[in-house]
């Protein structure tokens, strides 16, 4: 008999919930916030009963019996690092979710959810794989200034899920695979995974490697501390140009990578430049991790993420690239079934529920 599972995946203007039998998706649903409704909170923790009954509502429009589900899985927020697995939402996962130990993120919600809802039934309730997913080899954390230490915050639930498919289709499991996984979205990250571990990574929080259609990452630190006391600025419109308003965004208005290529097929010459050094980073940093960490043995590259979507992107990365192992691209993301396989690989048994 299939286990049935439901999962939340809070972001900052939506919800978006899953139900699942087994890996079978019966239910995608997104629950959108307008920005009048979510201004009425002063803080991410005091939206949980707004959310909550957003959730409940939209199940029982759905006519799905809560009393057939069998574990909750919410998206995992800013917790304390961690190294990647399943974790089930205890009391201290809980209380550093409502803190915010690591910042006040929409999806600190998810956990805090799963476990509310679950306790009321009688089932247990998980995160997988958050943002702070840090399993970085002692060598990689090395930055050069020992006051700031190279750390972990990007995309591990989507690069984790991809290279296990990628691993299911070779017959092998995440713990017997050498490969590097692009997310390409809002936000790019690009890790080195080695058996089963983030070995490293160019991250897309902390300003690490490629930049993004909303990030600028790796910029020149010379000349970004120029900025940051140039009296021109703020504290919190410097982090913005780093986080938000970089990449795309900063140098053409969008962060859309249709609208872009839509430029490029205008005849825009700068889009062309923009589009052709995003791609050109991204190769860098796939070499760079394929010498590193691998010492160029990798069996596969894989391109994921929205931008995926993107035939041109994918194939200029693979030209530049596939001499160092073969390329799979697997377009767009599927977190929300990234989150039920964790949980179901738990209640299955094939492995053991973490401790934070």
Known sequence: MALRSLI??????????????????????????????????DSIYAQK???????????????????????????????????????RVTD?????????VQGQHASNLGGILAREIGDSLGIPAYIVDPVVVDELEPVARISGIPEVERVSIDHPLNQKAMARRWA????????DIDV?????????????????KMADVYAAYNGDGAFSPE??????????????????????????????????????????????EKMVQDGNEKAALVRDAFIYQIVKNIGALSAAVFAGKVDQIILTGGIAYDDYVTAEITKKVSFLAPVTVYKGEAELLALAQGGLRVELGEEKAQEY
């Open 168 to 175: 299911k289709t070779v017959g092998k499991t995440y713990q």
């Open 215 to 260: 990030r600028a990452n790796g910029v020149p630190a010379l000349g970004l501390v120029k900025l940051c006391f140039s009296g021109k600025f703020t504290e919190a419109e410097m982090k913005k140009k780093i986080i938000g308003g970089g990449g795309f965004n900063a140098y053409l208005g969008t962060n859309d990578m249709r609208e872009v």
């Open 180 to 196: 590097i996984v692009v997310h390409m979205g809002g936000g790019t990250s690009i890790g080195a995974h080695k058996h089963g």
């Open 49 to 87: 009963d707004f959310r909550k009954k957003l959730v409940l509502d939209a199940l029982g429009e759905e006519h799905i019996d809560l009393k057939s589900l069998n574990f909750i899985v919410g998206r995992g927020g800013l917790l304390r690092p961690i190294p990647g697995g399943t974790y």
């Open 92 to 100: 201290k996962l809980e209380e550093d979710l409502k803190k915010g």
């Open 8 to 41: 939340i995946n809070p972001g900052s203007t939506s919800t978006k919930i899953g139900v699942f039998d087994d890996e079978e998706q019966i239910l995608d649903k997104t629950l959108r916030h307008s920005t009048e409704e979510i201004n009425q909170y």
